[in-house]
């Protein structure tokens, strides 16, 4: 109950922000055509159709045809569940490793927190899509592997946010007065510090969703992700790139859908920082 | 003569949750000399009045009402001309000296801002000044310690220099927020001491902006008592503290810990949400029909002694 | 019932943690059972140091706590975790004294569910009679901390640690950060639950006026040493230290006929890090003598100590 009425409260937070609704109807959307996608397709998005190649956008093909015949659209529609599946899978594995570690560096400290934190900052050391490269290219093209080299890379910045909270966190009174109760480390951790660092994380998580799908989309049309046939949006882009002046559709439709996808997830993240903390509801005058 | 005359001042904020009347209508005279205490616990509007003085106010605050320095009228003054007054004729001490000191700045360099702005004296002259000032609030080895920075200072020294900041270009007014909230006891009377002296000296007013009811009485002539937005109570400090008129300021000196520590029910009102009427109504055992509808005057009750309470009427 | 000797803390600081900061440095007291001990002093005297050692929420260099005859420094973690009900804190500052992502309600609800102190269909009554027991309202149990004053969440940290029926409670400050009015409430409460409860205190407070009205037996305490303690009426009439002299001479009175001759202490408090020789308080003293800078005083007397070599 209480906890429904608190996600309620965050939700009404977010019908005030335009931004943010504007943003999670377009998440929502792109999720139900993901969902959906085999379904609602129009063509078969792999299969060719070489009679029709390089069509501009026309009734038959609303968003044309690619240099082997298939239909753009199709391709987009399922392409959506490709980026964004394999985004959220991402996000997931980088906030889950980024809590563990984050957590264990800040709460126990000591030699454990060293060897974290040095490792975080070797990683941070060089920038994070060159990293995922050699990471992807050593362990070979394919979507299980960009989602492992971002997933490795990713969640440094998370760790070293995380400990930052937590180390603020652990030195406040009412940690103490758990400890002073009898509570022990574990339930502490998870009851007392966890809540009160979840929701930068979350916030970060959301904003990076759009990075995620960049570097998604950037990994692939290097052509280190989807492996054609599979569509992708990066793939699709990097697929277009040769016909760039003929058939300019191939790279339009795609990174459209980059973009507002980005854009919808940095939209909700944004007003998700504003909503999630119960301080900045009211407390405006103290 | 009246150095500084507040009349009918109000001071409105405007938020999201809706006016935050902070400051409701005050009227307050400082005579040339004259040290006034202003009592209030958190909330009841009495920083923001001190800063209205100074129109330090942010952007989203509505100010209403005259301020009289010297005859002319600060709130319509030219931010020419208010910054002239700023620093030299009317100086603030505020509570955190640490928070308000900039760290990167040397003591020296800081004390010595306000003599290089309004009195365009060369480095060398304003820093000798500066060592004179320092000394003169008792400050050791001040040649040596104008070099160092707010956090080499301990709170009583860096107190002491904020003081000293105020004092330089020799104002004729100082307007001090909680001074000496936050120090220790032992450190809070060296500094309640060097106040009354550099105040003695120097012959400057003070309006003394405080929740601690002792720390003005020591150091003040008279004392105003604000509960949210106004004052309701204005005396010197001898019959406030003898013959205490209104509800809240006997309420008020009760609950200290010396007078019996007697409990008043309920907190103050939040500014945004005051009651109508008398804004002590709801807590006030004397309470009448009329308290909850009017909001009453202040009456006076004596030389100098003014109440704002029915039960004078 | 409460035995604390030879107490030490040295915190470690520099680069390579070799210099330290001699926050707690040899302190002795006890306090009967019942009794409300205070414990005054300036802040980085070493008096919030002390009561979290005893605690042991920050482990000592040195010393020993005794509790019914048992040594808490010699307890395991998890022998110290059972014995923790037994004793509780109130810190400070209230708002942050509680998780500002738990309702009240849960809050007080949390030693409760610990300990299984009630079964669960019993356990709003408890939470209901807690709550007015510390004069809070029923409705106040589904707010949040950042929705209540200061004092409203120092009188639900009060209930939370009643919830465990201690029998002994340390008060760190805990009307500091209140305004007048408020502070008499809370007192007036902790008066009242302490006689209720027939709870042993440890006050610890800069604020003389609070300890007087407050305590049994006051504990003064200079640069992590006591150099005074006995009963509060006669420390506060008979101060023998010069330094709970100065402290007593401080403070300022809120009424304009009372003169007396104030005590200024020269300087600001030694820094902990190097200490001076002998008696710690001998720099800022007015009666310093040779002795005082070579050899330090111990503390002694029967019942009112003092550690001065002038007495």
Request: aromatic share 6%.
């Amino acid at each position: 109950m209480q906890k429904r009425r608190e996600i309620m409260s965050i939700v009404q937070q977010l019908k005030e922000d335009k931004l943010a609704v504007t943003g999670a109807i377009i998440i929502l959307s792109l999720m139900i055509i993901a969902i959906l996608a085999p379904h609602i397709t129009p063509y078969d998005p792999v299969e060719l159709d070489l009679e029709n190649r390089l069509t501009s956008p026309d009734r038959n093909h609303l968003m044309g045809t690619d240099n082997l015949g298939r239909d753009v659209l199709s391709r987009i529609i399922c392409g959506a569940r490709v980026s964004l599946g394999m985004a959220t899978v991402v996000v997931v594995i980088v906030m889950l490793l980024g809590l563990a570690m984050g957590t264990t560096a800040g709460y126990f400290g000591g030699v454990i927190d060293g060897i974290i934190m040095r490792l975080v900052d070797v990683l941070l050391a060089f920038p994070n899509i060159i990293l995922a490269l050699v990471i992807a290219g050593i362990l070979g093209p394919s979507l299980t592997n960009v989602m492992i080299a971002l997933g490795a890379i990713w969640w440094v910045s998370y760790a070293r946010i995380i400990r930052g909270s937590v180390l603020s966190v652990k030195e406040k009174e009412f940690v103490e007065a758990a400890r002073a109760m009898g509570c022990t480390d574990t339930y502490i951790a998870i009851r007392h510090i966890l809540p009160n660092v979840l929701s930068p994380v979350i916030v970060l998580a959301t904003l990076d969703m759009g990075h995620i799908i960049l570097s998604i989309a950037a990994l692939s049309f290097l052509g280190l992700g989807a492996q054609p046939p599979i569509p992708e949006w990066g793939t699709m882009l990097n697929e277009g790139r040769p016909f760039m002046e003929t058939a300019p559709h191939l790279m339009i439709f795609p990174g459209l859908m980059i973009m507002l996808a980005v854009l919808a997830f940095n939209f909700v993240g944004d007003g998700l920082r504003d909503a999630l903390d119960p301080r900045m509801k009211e407390g405006t005058i103290k | 003569m009246t150095l500084l005359s507040i009349q009918n001042l109000k001071a409105h904020f405007h938020t999201e949750d809706g006016a935050v009347r902070a400051v409701n209508g005050v009227d307050l005279d400082i005579e040339e000399g004259e040290k006034l205490g202003l009592i209030g616990e958190t909330g009841c509007g009495k920083t923001v009045l001190g800063l209205a003085i100074l129109r330090l106010l942010s952007e989203n605050t509505t100010v209403e009402g005259r301020i009289l320095y010297k005859g002319q009228d600060l709130l319509t003054m030219s931010d020419h001309e208010i910054r002239k007054i700023r620093g030299k004729e009317v100086a603030m001490i505020f509570q955190n000296p640490l928070s308000s000191m900039n760290p990167v700045l040397t003591v020296g360099t800081q004390v010595a801002e306000p003599v290089e702005l309004h009195q365009h004296l060369k480095k060398q002259d304003a820093m000798q000044k500066v060592i004179g000032m320092l000394k003169s609030v008792k400050i050791p080895l001040p040649q040596e310690r104008v070099k160092e920075y707010p956090h080499e200072f301990s709170g009583g020294m860096r107190q002491r220099a904020m003081i000293a900041m105020g004092l330089i270009c020799i104002p004729s007014l100082i307007i001090a927020d909680e001074p000496t909230t936050g120090l220790d006891v032992t450190i809070q009377a060296q500094i309640i001491e060097l106040m009354k002296e550099v105040l003695r000296d120097s012959g400057t007013s003070m309006l003394l902006i405080t929740h601690d009811l002792a720390v003005a009485a020591e150091l003040c002539d008279n004392i105003a008592v604000m509960y949210p937005g106004e004052i309701v109570e204005y005396a010197s400090v001898r019959d406030l503290f003898k013959y205490p008129k209104h509800p809240y300021t006997r309420g008020f000196l009760n609950s200290l810990p010396a007078r019996g520590l007697k409990q008043m029910v309920g907190t103050s009102p939040s500014l945004i949400n005051l009651p109508a009427g008398c804004k002590f109504h709801p807590r006030c055992t004397f309470a009448t029909e009329r308290c909850r509808k009017e909001r009453p005057e202040l009456i006076k009750v004596g030389k100098k002694h003014y109440v704002r309470c029915f039960l004078y009427d | 019932m409460i035995e604390v000797s030879g107490l030490k803390k040295y915190f470690s600081t520099g680069l390579f943690g070799k210099k330290y900061i001699r926050a707690v440095d040899g302190v002795d007291f006890e306090i009967e059972k019942g009794e409300s001990l205070g414990l005054v002093g300036e802040s980085g005297c070493g008096k919030t140091t002390v009561g979290r050692l005893i605690l042991r929420l920050v482990e000592p260099t040195e010393g020993k706590v005794i509790i019914d005859d048992t040594n808490l420094f010699e307890l395991s973690k998890k022998d110290m975790r059972k014995l923790r009900h037994k004793m509780q804190i109130i810190f400070q500052n209230p708002d942050a004294s509680l998780n500002p992502r738990m309702r009240i309600g849960d809050c007080i609800a949390e030693p409760l569910k610990l300990y299984k102190i009630v079964s669960k269909e019993r356990m709003n009554d408890k939470i209901m009679e807690l709550i007015e027991t510390v004069g809070l309202n029923p409705e106040h149990v589904n707010r949040y901390p950042h929705e209540l004053s200061g004092g409203q969440n120092q009188r639900a940290v009060i209930a939370r640690i009643l919830a465990i029926n201690p029998v002994f409670i340390i008060a760190d400050e805990p009307t500091s950060a209140l305004d007048v009015n408020v502070q008499a409430q809370i007192l007036h409460i902790l008066r009242d639950v302490k006689d209720k409860f027939g709870l042993t205190c440890l006050f610890i407070s800069h604020d003389l006026e609070v300890i007087k009205i407050m305590t049994d037996r006051v504990a003064v305490m200079y640069l992590g040493k006591l150099v005074e303690i006995g009963k509060t009426d006669k420390i506060f009439n008979d101060a023998k230290h010069p330094y709970t002299k100065a402290l007593l001479s401080a403070i300022p009175v809120a009424d304009p006929d009372v003169k007396r001759k104030r005590i200024i202490l020269k300087g600001d408090m030694p820094n902990p890090m190097y200490p001076p020789s002998g008696c710690r308080f001998h720099t800022r003293c007015q009666y310093s003598e040779k002795i005082c800078e070579i050899e330090e005083p111990s503390l002694i007397g029967n019942g009112h100590k003092v550690a001065c070599h002038l007495q």
